[in-house]
């Protein structure tokens, strides 16, 4: 059971950083929402305007389509985490540089630690790279790979469907493999059953008899 506590705690501390230049052009931090004890976390780029001016995670229209592929697995957003690998916004929306990435690097490490999630889908390039470094997002989605504790599965940004129409259908795809993903790795977890109770050999039933006086 994760802790609630402990991420509040943690999204408090967030709210209050000032490890980069980005704090003093943000409205809000966004640290991330959803379910403490997640199995599936989701990890964007960073807060976009709406996201900035809001303080969570994935709420314009890259978040409304973010949200049908979580649905379309039979989930709701409040039964994922989803964060971004920075928590403020670039000025414009620019790329996260990697000064920042890696300010922001430890609140992600921690939100890992307390969450403890079975599968990491990375959404875009910038939390690929984190998890498969080097890695080329289109030779590698859909894909699930162990990253030391976690199972890492990198996925397109659900905003590059909204510029480039045909990537909806591979974005949609990749989300509908994350069930089996998640089942296998639960199965895999799940304490081998104990050996059946079998019946004692004769030898073994004959002295249990005498044992008894019969
Ligand atoms: N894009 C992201 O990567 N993250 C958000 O939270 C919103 C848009």
Known sequence: ??????LEALAREIAGCRRCALAAGRTYAVPGEG???????????????????????F?????????????SIGL??????????VKSRPPGNRDPLPEEILACKPWLDRQLEIIKPKVIVTLGRF?????????????????????GAYTCFAM???????HQGSLRSVIE???????K???DIRKSERPAAPAAQTEPAPAEAHSQLKLFGF
Request: aromatic share 8%; net charge negative; charged share 20%.
């Open 76 to 85: 709701k957003r409040q039964d994922v985490y989803i964060t971004n690998i």
């Open 59 to 71: 709420c314009g229209a890259a978040g409304q389509f973010l949200t049908q592929l979580i649905e």
């Open 35 to 57: 379910n403490p004890s997640a199995e599936i976390m989701f990890i964007g780029e960073g807060p976009g305007f709406n996201e900035d001016q809001t303080g969570r995670p």
């Open 156 to 162: 397109y940004h659900p905003a590059a469907a909204l």
């Open 127 to 147: 939390s690929m790279a984190r998890f498969f470094p080097g890695a080329t997002i289109s030779r590698i989605h859909g894909q699930a790979e162990k990253c």
């Open 1 to 6: 059971m994760a802790d609630a506590t402990a």
């Open 181 to 183: 993903i998640l089942e």
């Open 173 to 179: 795809a990749d989300m509908l493999k994350l069930p």
